[in-house]
């Protein structure tokens, strides 16, 4: 967030906004717990929000918008999206067009852009503004889905990364690596104008559903890691995708799937089983 401003349209007072949509109050009593799971987790600050409360969905909020981008457009996301994502979480058999990819991946990016707030200042303005005016998606960034079988019921993490393949810093901590340069403002501006090449990565999964997010600038530093595990989201191939995914992901290699862009100095190898 900027200055207690809206990250949006840089409006205040701030709202809360939910991180893990209230609809999935509705949707957990189809959930099927895994055996034993009743334990409740989450990292300390910086590392992923890992949820394993099989009682309700984690009410995370996060201050980052104001009541009007919240209950205006934002509710409007959540509502197109809801259809076609609940039958994912559930992990139920679905064809997603590439209308349907589309829905899923706005609705994605919304909640990178909400999760990564206290990394606003670093990201390009254009990717907010463009989201914000016209509900454009960067067509820089990447994102990918896969079936999660894990024992993680609700789990978001971001990190702030470099053009060059390296972590600057995650959310919540000062530095990791390499410090954090002060920002100077932009003319204009909603955000802050920090070094352009910088971007995100996140992580997210809700139930089955688990989506891995590339906000960069220059993609190609990192390579794309498609395999049969994981199923490319955005931008789309134009193609039908069928869920769940053919090979699903579960805890033995939920570290890679969290760790996925964050190694320096080299390429993502293939993500795979």
Request: hydrophobic fraction near 40%; aromatic fraction near 10%.
């Amino acid at each position: 967030m900027v200055n207690g401003r809206c990250i949006f349209c840089g409006n205040s007072p701030l709202t809360g906004e939910h991180l893990f949509p209230k609809w999935l109050k509705s949707v957990e009593a189809k959930m099927v717990p895994p055996h034993g799971t009743k334990t409740v987790y989450r990292a300390s600050s910086g590392g992923p929000h890992i949820f394993n409360n099989w009682d309700g969905s984690p009410n995370v909020k996060i201050h980052a918008v104001c009541k009007a981008c919240n209950e205006g457009w934002m509710h409007e996301i959540e509502v197109t999206a809801r259809p076609i994502l609940e039958p994912m979480i559930l992990g139920d058999k679905v064809v997603l067009s590439p209308e349907d990819q589309l829905v899923v991946a706005t609705w994605t990016c919304l909640k990178t852009f909400i999760l990564a707030c206290d990394l606003y200042s670093y990201m390009e303005h254009s990717w907010i503004e463009d989201f914000y005016r016209r509900r454009l998606i960067p067509t820089s960034w990447r994102m990918w889905i896969t079936t999660y079988v894990g024992r993680s019921r609700y789990l978001s993490d971001c990190a702030r990364l470099a053009d060059d393949g390296s972590v600057v810093a995650t959310v919540g901590e000062t530095k990791l690596g390499l410090p954090l340069p002060t920002p100077e403002p932009s003319s204009g501006s909603l955000t802050a104008g920090g070094p352009a090449t910088w971007g995100v990565v996140a992580s997210f999964i809700l139930g089955r559903f688990a989506v891995k997010v590339l906000g960069v600038r220059r993609p190609d530093v990192y390579g794309d890691p498609s395999a049969n595990a994981l199923l490319r989201l955005f931008p789309s191939r134009g193609l039908d995708m069928i869920w769940p995914t053919p090979i699903p992901t579960d805890d033995r290699i939920l570290s890679v799937l969290l760790g996925m862009f964050q190694s320096t100095g080299h390429r993502e190898p293939d993500f795979a089983i």
